[in-house]
């Protein structure tokens, strides 16, 4: 995690101090104060639900922290030191921006779509962590709080940084909000699929919350969108920068997963490109898995990593927990998916069941 001073992430953010102290730094940053510890720094976040700034007295039982607090929060009877500003929103999102430019060596991955953003990550974050330092947003950290303190986390050493990128209502701009302070060297769409219509009503509207993502494209950044949705492709087609079409039909896809066949516990497929064809296996048996891995086979293979690497890689994954793992009890077969997020995603887990 970034250690910075009191001061100088006053001045990062814009922010007056008030009951200072010379040589106070930070190692962690938190909007749950639950979480404290020494050397922490505390938003008060304001939510639908709740008020960091209820909090703020609390902090006073812990060692070398401090706050950052609204200009109209009572500083009355409070003697750790404060970082006032306008916002403490618009100020974690200034320090997380600052942070992320801090190590510009890291290349940075962003990844959404409808579903699967979770087990994408965690699979890329597999495969590169056997050949390097990576670092991935904690959880399903992806929303405009989560995103933010996830970059925090990071130790700035990494080679590599994996974040997902979420929505919550109202959807539109949130996504590109996020997007401009990750800036991200390879961006990803996975797919375009009927949720939050209820305060997005339309796929249309899904598609262009979800291509956002691609506002923030640099000059040498690449983005990689499923080309099997046409709403993703159209406005795809309208933003500036690299961009690579990847599913499983001809046409505009240049990246082709096909032929996936399962025999036993091990499942063979193709990835195809520029007239190479190349088969992988692996101990996953789910379709949608292998749609999200292939995804993250994409991204590890344009950071470097040869197809034997990636092949070594995946042979050992393992499904996230409540992800797909499978155990035996008995004659049974339990397929463990209960920490779906959507009706869609449990949709596609169901469609490579065999029921006989």
């Not at 869609?344 to 469609?351: F, G, H, P, Q, V």
Request: aromatic share 10%; proline share 3%; glycine share 6%.
């Amino acid at each position: 995690m970034p250690k910075l001073g009191l001061q100088q992430i006053a001045r990062l953010v814009n922010g007056q101090v008030i009951n200072g102290r010379k040589g106070l730094t930070f190692s962690d940053y938190h909007f749950d104060s639950r979480k404290m510890e020494k050397n922490s720094l505390f938003f008060a976040l304001k939510t639908d639900t709740n008020d960091g700034h209820r909090y703020v007295k609390d902090l006073m039982a812990y060692e070398s922290v401090a706050a950052v607090v609204s200009k109209d929060f009572s500083k009355e009877g409070i003697h750790i030191p404060l970082i006032v500003v306008e916002d403490p929103f618009t100020a974690v999102l200034a320090l997380a921006e600052a942070v992320r430019n801090l190590y510009p060596s890291i290349k940075y991955v962003g990844i959404t779509g409808s579903a699967g953003k979770t087990t994408t990550k965690e699979f890329l974050y597999q495969i590169l962590s056997s050949k390097m330092k990576v670092y991935r947003s904690h959880l399903n950290w992806n929303n405009w709080i989560g995103l933010p303190f996830s970059i925090l986390k990071m130790d700035g050493d990494e080679a590599v940084a994996v974040f997902e990128l979420g929505m919550s209502d109202p959807g539109i701009g949130e996504i590109d909000l996020l997007a401009s302070i990750l800036k991200p060297d390879i961006a990803m769409i996975l797919n375009i699929l009927p949720v939050h219509l209820e305060f997005l009503k339309t796929i249309e509207n899904i598609a262009q919350a979800k291509s956002e993502i691609l506002n923030y494209l640099g000059s040498d950044s690449i983005a990689f969108v499923q080309g099997d949705f046409d709403s993703a492709v159209r406005l795809a087609k309208k933003k500036i920068g690299r961009i690579e079409y990847f599913g499983k039909t001809k046409g505009i896809n240049r990246f082709l997963l096909g032929n996936i066949t399962r025999k036993n516990d091990i499942s063979e497929f193709n990835l195809e490109y520029f007239g190479i064809r190349i088969c992988f296996k692996t101990k996953l048996i789910s379709h949608s898995q292998i749609e999200n891995l292939f995804a993250a086979m994409l991204a590890a293979k344009h950071l470097g990593m040869k197809d034997q690497e990636i092949q070594r890689a995946i042979w050992n994954l393992k499904p996230l927990a409540r992800r797909g793992s499978i155990s035996k009890v008995r004659n049974r077969t339990i397929i463990d998916e209960s920490y779906n997020s959507n009706p869609e995603a449990l949709k596609k887990t169901l469609s490579w069941i065999d029921i006989e």
